[in-house]
């Protein structure tokens, strides 16, 4: 399925005025703002969060919820709680400091990286760029594999160029923290300053961050959100990524502690051209260039130099280029996206590694933005050109992108063509009914239970049956072809019979969704969810869109017990 469509450069109605943020969060949405942390704090997703909204000018949201810390002594989250802000120093320290060293003729964005730090040529890296290090193209891996032997930032900069990268520079998006790691080593080289002096001098200090540090003192570490509680004792005021506590705790990819006020300081900087009063951190052409995509376009999302950008927060986002918005996360559980086509911002700042790394941000992210979003009046591609000329590039060429490249595969389709692969040496279970089956026409039962090492061990039917014909309470039945029972999930309980799922790797999941959303077959899936996830299982959802709509397909084994770590969840 293709990763573009078409954007067309229409005019749109809204005037230039009506783009801009409110003056004001009105009270309802204030209160929705409240209830959704309130709810993620509830459900355990973290242990509390800071959130403050603003726009060029002013702030017009700042609010604690939760708390910070919760045993053994519980402690109140803050709004001068400072934040292990993980990956979000790559944009507020590291590429900050880089477009300064590019304005101030010390460093070519388009030179080699080699050419300010030799060793890095090693093993075919002679061509990447810094250009490439800050859109994440130049093809290093994500992380080192393993920390290096000897201890010390020398030993992590020797592992660095040892790598041999894993694509092509510029072939393709690789958000690696190794780039960030290496531009940071650039600074010091360029300046002869450590990296936290030098953004201390020429940003922080400038800005009145005060609180903006690498290795907070005493005092800012007792009012640090901990990020780990375990037997070795908690974690706080100390870095938490590994890389960069192998750095001694200042690297350009992590190290950076801050606080929501602080953030907003910057914010407003980079929504006012890079100035803040008298004080210019940033030019304007700088400004731009950060907010303008510098990765492939045939992939989203897009990235920028530094950071990544989505669609303006408007009513329409979904509908938009992703371009407008320049945001970045932090594996901590950090966040600030600035809009510069609504001219509004938003942090986000909470603990959620705090106290098993079990917690996920994720959704309180989703939904704040999506809550700032709703206030704002639709915009067209044409409008975000406008207010931001360097984007104009980029949405011309998303606009010639074609809308697919080829035709669109069902979740068991997708399966076969894959031989099974990801079902290898699994006992599975099945929900479907006669909505599932593949592009052949043949029952998605069917074709499971004669897959290539894969064991079909048990079938689950929905409301109205396995062949959907049954407008009551259904009980179990079997089916005739394989011989097995179909447990009901629509006769006196709804929920998985006592003893289904034993014995069980997998769950699939293949219906057809009905188009709307009373319908019982969306909460079937919820259920069936929450059934693995007890049961330490894994999930493979094929999902099929409503009927008059393209095939919408949703693939994939997630885990339901055992998290990854990636950046910014």
Known sequence: MGALKHWTLLLGMATAAQMTSASDLDAPTRLQAAQIVDTQIAAGRLPGAVVLIGDSTQVLYRQAFGQRKTTPSPEPMTLDTEFDL?????VIATTTAIMQLAEAGRLDLDAPVARYWPAFAMQGKNA???????????????????RPPQPGRKAVLSAIAAQHP??????RVLYSDLNFVVLGELVERITHLPLDAYCRVHIFGPLGMHDTVFMPDAGRAARSAPTIANKAGILRGRVHDPTARWMGGVSGNAGLFSTADDLARFAQMMLNNGRAGNVRI?????????????????????????WELAAPLVQNHDRLPPIGVIGHTGYTGTGLWIDRVTRQFIV????????DDRGDARPLRAQLLALLASRAVPVSAAQIGRSLPSALPALH????????????????????????APLAGLRVGLITNRSGFDAEGRRTVDVLAHAPGVTLAALFSPEHGLDTDVDERVGDTRDAATGLTVHSLYGA???????????LDALIFDLQDAGVRFFTYETTLGYALEAAAARSARCTALRRSGAGQPPRIVHGLFSCAASTRHDGR
Not at 166 to 171: I, K, L, M
Not at 348 to 355: A, S
Not at 399 to 406: D, E, Q, Y
Not at 494 to 503: A, C, E, I, T, W
């Open 348 to 355: 986000i700042l909470t603990n959620r590694v705090y106290p």
């Open 166 to 171: 894993r694509s092509a520079p510029g072939e």
């Open 493 to 503: 309980t709804q929920r998985f019979p006592v003893g289904s799922l034993r014995g």
């Open 282 to 306: 940033l030019r304007p052409e700088s400004i731009a260039a950060l907010a303008a995509a510098s990765s492939p376009l045939a992939a989203v999302p897009w990235r920028g130099l530094g």
């Open 86 to 90: 993980a990956s979000l120093t790559k």
């Open 397 to 420: 060429e998303a606009n010639r992108l074609p809308a697919s490249t080829g035709p669109v595969q069902t979740g068991i389709d997708v399966l076969e063509a894959q031989r099974f």
């Open 128 to 146: 990447v760029t810094v250009r490439e290090l800050l859109a994440h193209t130049s093809g290093l891996a994500p992380d080192l594999p393993a």
